[in-house]
């Protein structure tokens, strides 16, 4: 079988030479690939992966335009992904290659789907922690299909799985809920998750809390459950109180003239009111932003890769294709699924049998 892995990196040149050595020594006797895809990095990043696509041939490169996004570069990955399976990591090393060999056991005993849970987060401070484990279980409970805590974009496909994930092509991304959502047989492998091996993180507070809303818009409905659930209350709430002001201005005296009270109702309700279009609001746009229908990637560079002959739905490939190495898509994806051997092919720069 021929095991595929998809690295998306950005601003990574510290930590590419150590992943592809631990590669190479964790993966000896299974035959793999590596597909990094740069999400237009600004660093040596690009010339540190076209040397080490020059020494070993078993290392492929795609590049972006510019930076379109991790779950963008996870998709490009899997749409030039050739393997039985594929293994979706991040280069920073906290996703351990040496859990690989275990993933592939449990693949060959049929899972479609093999994911490594966190039992531990080394170096994060316990605010992101505590953030972490209530963003998974408020969204686990919101989301229309469950989703495992603590298991992040670090997984392995089977190739069948790697297939459906190509039909799902919306614009706003949330791989772990698209594996959730597919509802495979799926397989959990605990294991601690260690520090960044080098470098640092390019996923701020803010980009973390983007990526957390799309989470939960790109799956459930509830934020705006929620809007109309409060207005109903604020609604019966206003009536009851409008209710006491008109029993006290008919059958009492005590009503003492007044705006404060109006003012603090007038800012509850004003802020529902906005909380409320701004949900709405949200969820319009997307949908908006689907409808135009747009790439999600523009590949401008590749390296030991064949170029599929037809056109990717929503992506663009303006790398320079060679004549002799240009592989159908349809034709990798058939020969993978066991009509013929999925590891009969030519290699598109090397001229070697891999």
Same mark, same amino acid.
């Given at each position: 079988m021929?095991?595929?892995?998809v690295?998306? @990196?950005?601003?990574?040149?510290q930590?590419? *030479?150590?992943?592809?050595?631990?590669?190479?020594?964790?993966?000896d006797?299974?035959?793999?690939?590596?597909?990094?895809?740069?999400? #237009?990095?600004?660093?040596?990043?690009?010339?540190?992966?076209?040397?080490?696509?020059?020494?070993?041939? +078993?290392?492929?490169? %795609?590049?972006?335009?510019? /930076?379109?996004?991790?779950?963008?570069?996870v998709?490009?990955?899997?749409?030039?992904?050739?393997?039985?399976?594929?293994?979706?990591?991040?280069?920073?090393?906290?996703?351990?290659?040496?859990?690989?060999?275990?993933?592939?056991?449990?693949?060959?005993?049929?899972?479609?789907?093999?994911?490594?849970?966190?039992?531990?987060r080394?170096?994060?401070?316990?605010?992101?922690?505590?953030?972490?484990?209530?963003?998974?279980?408020?969204?686990?409970?919101?989301?229309?299909?469950?989703?495992?805590?603590?298991?992040?974009?670090?997984?392995?496909?089977?190739?069948?799985?790697?297939?459906?994930?190509?039909?799902?092509?919306?614009?706003?991304?949330?791989?772990?809920?698209?594996?959730?959502? !597919?509802?495979?047989?799926?397989?959990?492998? *605990? =294991?601690? +998750?260690?520090g960044?091996?080098?470098? /640092?993180?390019?996923?701020?507070?803010?980009?973390?809390?983007? =990526?957390?809303w799309?989470?939960?818009?790109?799956?459930?409905?509830?934020?705006?459950?929620?809007?109309i659930?409060?207005?109903?209350?604020?609604? =019966?709430? #206003?009536?009851?109180?409008?209710?006491? @002001?008109?029993?006290?201005a008919?059958?009492?005296?005590?009503?003492?003239?007044?705006?404060?009270?109006?003012?603090? !109702?007038?800012?509850?309700?004003?802020?529902?009111?906005?909380?409320?279009? #701004?949900?709405?609001?949200?969820? @319009?746009?997307?949908t908006?932003?689907?409808?135009?229908?747009? *790439?999600?990637?523009?590949?401008?560079?590749?390296?030991?890769?064949?170029l599929?002959?037809?056109? %990717?739905?929503?992506?663009?490939?303006?790398?320079?294709?060679d004549?002799?190495?240009?592989?159908?898509?349809?034709?990798?994806?058939?020969?993978?699924?066991?009509?013929?051997? *999925?590891?009969?092919?030519?290699?598109?720069?090397?001229?070697?049998?891999?």
């Open positions: 021929l095991l595929s892995i690295i998306p @990196v950005l601003n990574e040149a930590t590419i *030479p150590l992943m592809v050595s631990r590669l190479r020594d964790t993966l006797g299974l035959m793999w690939e590596v597909i990094f895809v740069d999400d #237009g990095s600004t660093d040596q990043t690009w010339s540190i992966l076209e040397r080490a696509a020059f020494d070993d041939p +078993r290392v492929k490169l %795609l590049r972006f335009s510019r /930076n379109f996004g991790h779950q963008a570069a998709t490009a990955g899997l749409d030039f992904a050739h393997g039985d399976a594929v293994v979706v990591m991040d280069a920073d090393l906290q996703d351990p290659p040496e859990l690989l060999p275990r993933m592939v056991d449990l693949f060959r005993q049929g899972y479609d789907v093999v994911s490594p849970k966190r039992i531990s080394e170096e994060e401070t316990r605010f992101k922690r505590w953030t972490a484990k209530l963003f998974y279980r408020i969204l686990s409970r919101m989301a229309d299909q469950p989703l495992t805590p603590d298991v992040g974009d670090f997984r392995l496909f089977s190739r069948r799985a790697v297939l459906a994930i190509r039909t799902l092509r919306e614009q706003h991304r949330y791989m772990r809920g698209i594996a959730g959502w !597919l509802g495979l047989r799926e397989a959990i492998i *605990p =294991f601690e +998750r260690r960044r091996a080098a470098g /640092n993180t390019s996923y701020t507070f803010f980009r973390m809390l983007r =990526f957390a799309t989470g939960v818009s790109s799956f459930s409905a509830f934020p705006l459950r929620i809007s659930a409060a207005g109903c209350i604020l609604s =019966f709430a #206003g009536f009851l109180y409008l209710s006491r @002001v008109v029993y006290l008919l059958f009492t005296t005590a009503l003492v003239p007044g705006w404060a009270s109006v003012v603090a !109702l007038q800012c509850a309700f004003s802020g529902m009111i906005l909380l409320a279009l #701004g949900a709405i609001g949200d969820y @319009v746009a997307r908006y932003e689907e409808t135009k229908n747009r *790439p999600l990637y523009v590949v401008t560079e590749c390296s030991n890769l064949p599929p002959q037809r056109a %990717l739905t929503r992506a663009v490939i303006l790398a320079e294709p004549p002799m190495s240009v592989i159908a898509m349809d034709d990798a994806d058939r020969l993978s699924s066991g009509a013929e051997d *999925p590891l009969s092919y030519h290699h598109p720069l090397a001229g070697m049998r891999v």
